[in-house]
């Protein structure tokens, strides 16, 4: 890489020392003249005209066929309310750019081949033109405005105060992973935690003085309802994160110490979306988009999107953590002892061989 850099130095130089000795042999044969007559020509200068247009027309076929060759890795139609108005914006924003990148480079190409060195040419002094130079700064600012205003708006619906029938969920960040937490079934809404509590089992520190954690459950998958409000409470434990919901356009940083949220509204289902892309196969993932470690590109998660009812479904199918880890109800004030207590499935008594024998023979007597 030494050496590398050492030639790239080397060529500037030779480069630089030539320009600078053309300009200065350019210099001494226009000193004390008034016309262009004895002025030297570089015999280049039509070929430099000619290869403006040529790296123009090459330049936008290429930007042309790079779009069109790039647009079925494209993401397919977004799969939330709000992602249809980003996409939105996103592609007006993108035609504005296009529309005044090919004017403005148009320009930038055409004029020197058209106003290129010719003998007898002479320049016009224009100094200044006050209606101009309006047009140009009043037409950019006010397309400005409005792209910034609309951006502006959008956004706010976006981190708006999520609907109260929003389903909660809790998603933490770690090194290498995704702790994603349910509000439960008969509250939605979501206890506390405290770092000061995880342990090798309770891995986001739930914390069971909070009675409504007691009927919290976590997933190594998340699912989610269609067309129902789901609001993502969003932490990290060690480093920085970011959940990344590419189909449906959330993106929003996991920060140790700073809690943020994201709520959205799923509008296509896992199903519907593998039959829009032809895929059986195909399920939605939450990935990290913060480089955060070694293992930072297996750090993703599934996502299914569900009807409301087979949602409503699993849910019922899953246990509390409480129930699946009763050791804890030791952790829990007496004063809420009785409430927690009905997470706790009883444990199965089994009978004693003499208790049964006599069981059966006593049984057997009455019938006699």
Request: net charge negative; glycine share 6%.
């Amino acid at each position: 890489m030494t050496y590398l850099i050492g030639l790239l130095s080397v060529i500037f130089l030779i480069l630089a020392i030539i320009i600078v000795s053309k300009s200065m042999a350019l210099s001494k044969g226009i000193q004390g003249t008034d016309t262009d007559s004895d002025v030297p020509v570089d015999g280049a200068n039509n070929l430099n005209a000619i290869g403006f247009i040529i790296f123009l027309v090459l330049g936008s076929i290429g930007a042309a066929w790079s779009f069109f060759h790039a647009r079925p890795d494209f993401l397919p139609v977004a799969a939330s309310e709000h992602g249809v108005k980003t996409d939105s914006m996103f592609w007006i924003s993108m035609g504005v750019i296009t529309f005044a990148f090919f004017v403005t480079n148009a320009l930038l190409f055409v004029f020197p081949f058209i106003y290129r060195y010719k003998k007898g040419n002479i320049a016009t002094f224009y100094p200044v033109n006050h209606k101009l130079e309006l047009i140009w700064t009043v037409i950019p600012a006010i397309v400005m405005a409005v792209l910034v205003f609309t951006g502006w708006r959008t956004w706010r619906d976006i981190t708006s105060q999520a609907p109260d029938n929003a389903v909660v969920i809790e998603v933490t960040g770690h090194q290498f992973g995704w702790y994603v937490r349910y509000a439960g079934n008969d509250d939605n809404k979501l206890g506390n935690n405290n770092y000061k509590l995880i342990d090798n089992t309770n891995s986001i520190g739930i914390d069971f003085t909070d009675e409504k954690s007691f009927d919290d459950f976590t997933a190594n998958e998340m699912h989610i309802p269609k067309g129902v409000p789901v609001l993502l409470k969003i932490k990290a434990q060690d480093v920085l994160h970011s959940v990344y919901l590419p189909y449906q356009r959330v993106k929003m940083d996991a920060v140790p110490g700073m809690p943020t949220k994201f709520w959205f509204v799923p509008t296509i289902s896992t199903d519907e979306m593998r039959y829009k892309t032809g895929n059986p196969d195909f399920n939605y993932k939450l990935n990290c988009t913060e480089i955060c470690g070694s293992g930072h590109f297996g750090m993703a998660i599934t996502v299914f999107v569900d009807e409301p009812d087979e949602y409503a479904a699993w849910c019922k199918q899953q246990k509390p953590f409480l129930t699946q880890n009763p050791d804890y109800l030791a952790k829990v004030p007496e004063k809420f002892k009785a409430k927690a207590q009905k997470y706790i499935e009883a444990p199965a008594v089994e009978a004693d061989s003499t208790t049964a024998t006599e069981t059966a023979t006593a049984g057997t007597a009455s019938l006699r």
